[in-house]
């Protein structure tokens, strides 16, 4: 595949990440613990076509350490008895990589248990783990510099472009590594609680018939992307979906 054209399947806008930079970072919506199930079965389909461009490896945000201290490799779900891995969608997401002969790899910040949780809400925090974060992807970087990584991270932890204040692990990756990771965001129609967004009902209303001819779900370019999709900062794709529930 040499070029993606307008609205595509999410399958051809992974390929065409692989083909255009080592690192593709895909990202799923969650809440807490309620997150939308599409962006992780989305992620089952972006791991098959990474296959097919010679992914082997797989760093997850959800991912706890092993008992060694190291990012892995992992070669098996963690038998966790609560939390994301124990969700069936998390858990097929994973599985889908491992029956493929993937290895896993756990990049999220050393958070000691028992921090406090007023320290978890500031901003010097949340920038000191994005930082984190993107500092352990180089690191797995390291151990196979010549390898593709796919990385799978929580809403906008990927993004390339600061907000203010907040620096995310994209941007700090980016700098650190000096590769341009091509990332995919998948929350731009879910329907996050408490924010109404007019304008995602009059965009899903204008593409449903492109949608509905790639299942309810589709990729495009953010250069290519409509109003407003084509400004969102960060980002090099965006997935648009009729599915969009947090659950």
Request: glycine share 8%; charged share 20%.
């Amino acid at each position: 595949m040499t070029a993606v054209d307008g609205w595509c399947s999410v399958e051809e806008l992974a390929r065409w990440g692989f083909a255009h930079a080592p690192v593709v970072m895909a990202n799923e919506a969650h809440n807490g613990l309620r997150r939308c199930i599409r962006t992780r079965d989305v992620g089952v389909r972006i791991i098959g076509a990474a296959h097919q461009a010679g992914v082997r490896r797989l760093a997850m945000e959800a991912l706890p350490r092993p008992a060694d201290g190291t990012s892995g490799p992992i070669r098996a779900i963690p038998p966790l008895p609560g939390g994301y891995l124990a969700q069936p969608d998390m858990r097929r997401l994973i599985t889908a990589a491992l029956e493929l002969g993937w290895t896993l790899w756990a990049y999220e910040a050393d958070i000691q248990p028992g921090t406090d949780r007023a320290k978890l809400l500031t901003q010097e925090f949340t920038n000191w783990r994005e930082r984190e974060q993107a500092q352990n992807l180089c690191q797995i970087l390291a151990t196979a510099p010549a390898q593709p990584l796919l990385v799978w991270s929580g809403n906008s932890h990927a993004a390339k472009e600061a907000g203010g204040e907040w620096v995310p692990m994209g941007h700090h990756f980016a700098a650190l590594s000096g590769i341009d990771p091509f990332v995919i965001d998948q929350t731009v129609t879910v329907a996050w609680q408490g924010q109404p967004r007019p304008w995602v009902q009059d965009l899903l209303a204008a593409v449903h018939q492109t949608l509905a001819s790639y299942g309810g779900t589709a990729g495009i370019l953010r250069e290519q992307a409509p109003p407003p999709l084509d400004c969102r900062p960060g980002v090099d794709a965006v997935v648009v979906s009729t599915d969009n529930a947090l659950t």
